[in-house]
């Protein structure tokens, strides 16, 4: 099962901040938090990781609260380019698969 | 640099026969990983290679599926007897050891 919790759909303006929350509230503390985005028909792409800190990038920043429990990607100026499914994973950061678990993740819509 | 290719992108074959779709990893990745992704949902883990070796199986849904990556390179999906049901997106990623995953655009399987 995915071990993250997102919300099926948002829309935001374009121009403005996109904020997009998931909860992982069984992480373990060996366990980065990553995000990915899914265009329509192309393969997921990478925007960001993060295992405690906050996390800034020429895409996009990654918030994580202080118990590790939820995190927010903020793209600061979205674009229609945006528009994509976005798919917040927990991978462990020690000896294994490092397998990814998706989730149905989070469609973006940005609106013009 | 050239990102992960997968051949061909598009595969429309009949039920029952023989299909083997091909994943060319970023230079130098030692793992290489394959998805599969149904409509309308997150990619989900079939298999994962470290070099030569497939050190994790454990998501290949049966015995029609296999997959070899004789030389630590060039990775091949095997499916045998294929099934409507085998029909999705497969997509293949590759990484450092224990590193980000980077994806590639995915070869669509149509099973008529």
């Known amino acids: 099962d995915a071990k993250t919790t997102q919300p099926p759909s948002m829309d935001c303006a374009e121009g403005r901040a996109a904020n997009l929350p998931c909860n992982h509230s069984?992480?373990?503390?060996?366990?980065?938090v990553y995000w990915y985005r899914q265009i329509h028909s192309q393969g997921p792409q990478y925007i960001i990781h993060?295992?405690?800190n906050n996390e800034t990038n020429e895409m996009a920043s990654l918030i994580i609260t202080e118990d590790r429990k939820s995190s927010t990607l903020i793209l600061p100026h979205a674009t229609l380019r945006d528009t994509a499914v976005y798919y917040c994973?927990?991978?462990?950061?020690?000896?294994?698969?490092?397998?990814?678990?998706f989730g149905t993740g989070t469609r973006l819509k940005v609106l013009a | 640099g050239a990102g992960v290719s997968q051949t061909p992108s598009n595969k429309v074959t009949e039920k029952g026969k023989y299909v083997e779709l091909r994943c060319d990893p970023i230079?130098?990745?030692?793992?290489l990983y394959w998805y599969r992704q149904s409509l309308g949902q997150g990619p989900e883990f079939l298999i994962y290679?470290?070099?030569?070796?497939?050190?994790?199986d454990s998501g290949l849904p049966n015995d029609r599926f296999f997959a070899v990556r004789p030389e630590g390179s060039v990775s091949t999906l095997k499916i045998q007897r294929t099934e409507r049901g085998d029909s999705a997106v497969y997509l293949c990623?590759?990484?450092?050891?224990?590193?980000?995953?980077?994806f590639g655009p995915g070869t669509r399987l149509t099973v008529l």
């Open positions: 990623a590759s990484s450092s050891q224990g590193t980000t995953q980077y």
């Open positions: 069984t992480i373990s503390g060996n366990e980065y």
């Open positions: 993060g295992l405690k």
């Open positions: 994973i927990v991978r462990a950061t020690t000896s294994g698969t490092y397998k990814y678990i």
């Open positions: 230079s130098g990745h030692t793992a």
């Open positions: 290679f470290q070099g030569t070796g497939a050190a994790d």
